[in-house]
């Protein structure tokens, strides 16, 4: 098997990993983690495809690969962005939970 | 000497997959701080004797880069990652 | 020549390899975290040392041959300090040994 | 031989990815994706993808390894009252099962794709000596897909926008995050000191770098961000006011200048972004020097978080006495991270 298979397979247990805990975990932070982890994998597809995309004497496809540094500095400003939120509601409502709050007028 | 090299690598990484395996047992969590550390200078290994094997230096910038952020990675498990459960005495002890 | 250092850079790299191996052999079987971690810092340094200078005569040009040594000198700085730090903190959170 | 290395990092991957999901508490999860993030530059350089491994060892591993570990410091035990909220084991089955199946839709994608592979290599690569950059990564950055660099710049001043407005309104102006103290004489303030430099030649060397070779403004900033942010932690300065006008400055310059470069294309080359004939190498260094503090500021400040202290609390004009509870609570909240801060 060649290394781009290798690793776009790999890429496809990571999405379906991070989709997992994503649903399974309860914890907020837990689910950035998870939802960080099936991004990389939604990364690690793309990067496989770049390297299959070998051509004209580069070793990958140049044009994914500087898609790829855009998508990893953004996914960290939204990881950031959540992160922020998650602390502000764990300050404003003491706790984490992303439940219904029990109807009251 | 490139398949010696990549072989030497992928024995590196072997090494560090083992050490993770312990680190991830616990119990305490110094032993998890001891992760980062552990990819830092096993990971770092590894990247230059696989940027050696295949003959780009430019990896060796990708080990320089891996090799700093893992320090401030395990920094910031030292600093953040004792929280929430004991309170501590705030300063560092006596050098 | 070349067959000279090659051989060198095979030696070195196979003693370096062996040092992360006892490395890892001790994280496995010492009894603390103290111990564990003098495994990990002492012998993963001694391990990169050894792959740095065995590789120093298979790059070409002098700058990698000094990035070589930066991260050997990276990893060293940091892992001695960063260490005594993770010391520290399983010393507070544990009880001694 | 290299397909054995490359299985051991995809086996030491998929073993981290799945015992970051499952592990027991908040902890061990960030703990096991900070490996997880260090590991995945190996996978890049695996994949012929240096820039990508450079920028995944840097932000991957380092940035939000430290944000989420900053995040799991002040949980403040909410983690137990949502496990109480834990998915049942009907859930979790039928989550296991969508994941197997996304999993397996993927992997028959994967199977069936198109051979010879599409590329766009053939087309970047020789479109390249117009640029005037050797790094074909650089020039599709700064070229050919200049616009999506563009609005990244953008979308990392909105992040940090969007943070910021997590402030409580009275903390609007002021310094983010907690305030780090540790001994000054101690470990962490000796490599706070002697790490910074070599950083910053490092981070420095890539942007330059970044023109012909692996590397680039990206890379590099964060780098610099990184050795920010290890001053602040070591309690050698404090995080910025974030009212003070050069700071604000460095954030919108790069966006800035990259808008008027794409402006002034307009007119002398026909098309927005667009580089007049023999100008592009020059016009690509401003915007790289410009975008440079830009992306170091933002994504050091998208680390510290939301002001929290107001800095004009220590009795400046208008201040006042602060109502009772939001005094304490203001005092409180910085004050018991910073007990924690010690290391």
Known sequence: MSVETLFALTACALVGIGLYGLIAQPHPLRKLVAFNIMGSGVFVLFGALAKRGAAAGLAADPVPQALLITAIVVAFAAT???VALLLRLIESTDSASLAEPPAKD | MADFLQSAGAFVVLMVALGLV????????ADRMMAAQLLGSGAVGALLLFGAAS??????DVALTLALLSAFASIAFVKFALRQDQPLDDEEDAT | MRLLLDVFSV???VAGAVFYLAGTVGL???PDAYTRLHALTKADNLGLVLVVIGLLPQVNGVLAGLKLVLVWLLVMLSSAAVSQLIARSARRQETRP | MTT????????LLLWLALWTVVARDAFLAVAGFVVYGLLLALVWVRLAGIDVALTEAAIGGGLTGALLLGAVGRLRGTEAATAAEGAGAGTRALAALLALGVTGALVLGVLMLPEPAPTLAPLAVPALPATGVGNPITGVLLAFRALDTLLEAIVLVIALIGVWSFAPDRAWGG???PLYRADPQGILAYLARVLPPLGIVIGIYLFWAGADHPGGKFQSATI???MWMLVQMAGLADTPRTDNRALRFGIVIGPLVFIAVGVLGLFTAGAFLGYPEGWAKPLILVIEVALLPTLAIVLALLMNGPPARPWASAGAPGAGPLPGRHAIASRDRPTRSSDEGGT
């Open chain 4, 175 to 177: 310094r983010p995050g």
């Open chain 3, 28 to 30: 496995l079987r010492f």
């Open chain 4, 4 to 11: 054995i290395a490359s299985g051991v990092v995809v086996l």
């Open chain 4, 224 to 226: 610099l961000a990184a």
């Open chain 2, 22 to 29: 312990r680190v991830a047992r616990g119990p305490g969590r």
């Open chain 2, 55 to 60: 003959g780009e230096s430019a990896v060796f």
């Open chain 3, 11 to 13: 030696v070195a790299i």
């Open chain 1, 80 to 82: 950031a962005v959540t």
